[in-house]
């Protein structure tokens, strides 16, 4: 049954899951996976080989999802 609760409705409509940019270091053709260097020095591995080595790629979920743009980055503690 649908809800009625407008909340609950709304949060139904963001996407979920975990989404991250970072610098893609190597590629593996062969296996499917990107190694890529998030902005605090991690590396993890992602599906896809899309993004060429070098550039910025959008990662949702542990996958590439496309490349993003080379902006500059700012952190702010408040």
């Known amino acids: 049954m ?36 998030l902005r605090n020095g991690t590396e993890i591995a992602a599906r896809g080989v899309d993004v060429p080595q070098g550039s910025k790629a959008f990662v949702v979920d542990g996958q590439i999802t496309g490349p993003a743009p080379d902006l500059p980055q700012y952190d702010v503690e408040v």
């Open 2 to 37: 649908a809800t009625v609760n407008p909340w609950k409705r709304f949060i139904g409509l963001l996407p979920g899951g975990e989404r991250t940019v970072g610098t893609v270091s190597s590629i593996n053709q062969a296996s499917g996976i990107s190694i890529v260097q």
